[in-house]
Nanobody
């Protein structure tokens, strides 16, 4: 059982950086797979990044590789998404999600929004030209 609270969204110029954070509460946080998804106006929700298990294995969507970094701090029960080199097309509502799966099950699995059990309310990220 996990509850998620997101923060850190805002307005940033193209080429700038922003960090969004997700504070989690509940048992065995370190064992949950944690993901970030985003949804732009008129678009479907898409996978951004995930971090799985105590080993901290990470996966990324091709569109953000080399620019975004997902990390977790188990002591603080937080998962972060550091976003660098932001582009206008990164503008979206960013959602944090938790999956009760405790092991890595493949990029196809963890990139599928339907497998996640808990979701935050989302935080708006807007990148201006």
């Amino acid at each position: 059982q996990v509850q998620l609270v997101e923060s850190g969204g805002g307005l940033v110029q193209a080429g700038g950086s922003l960090r969004v954070s997700c504070a989690a509460s509940g048992r065995t946080f370190s064992s949950y797979a944690m993901g970030w998804f985003r949804q732009a106006p008129g678009k479907e929700r898409e996978f951004v990044a995930a971090i799985i298990g105590s080993s901290g294995r990470t996966i990324y969507a091709d569109s953000v590789k080399g620019r975004f970094t997902i990390s977790r701090d188990n002591a603080k029960n937080t998962v972060n998404l550091q976003m660098n080199g932001l582009k206008p097309e990164d503008t979206a509502v960013y959602y944090c999600a938790a999956d009760r799966s405790t092991i890595y099950l493949g990029a196809g699995y963890h990139g599928n929004a339907d497998v996640y059990d808990y979701w935050g309310q989302g935080t708006q990220v807007t990148v201006s030209s």
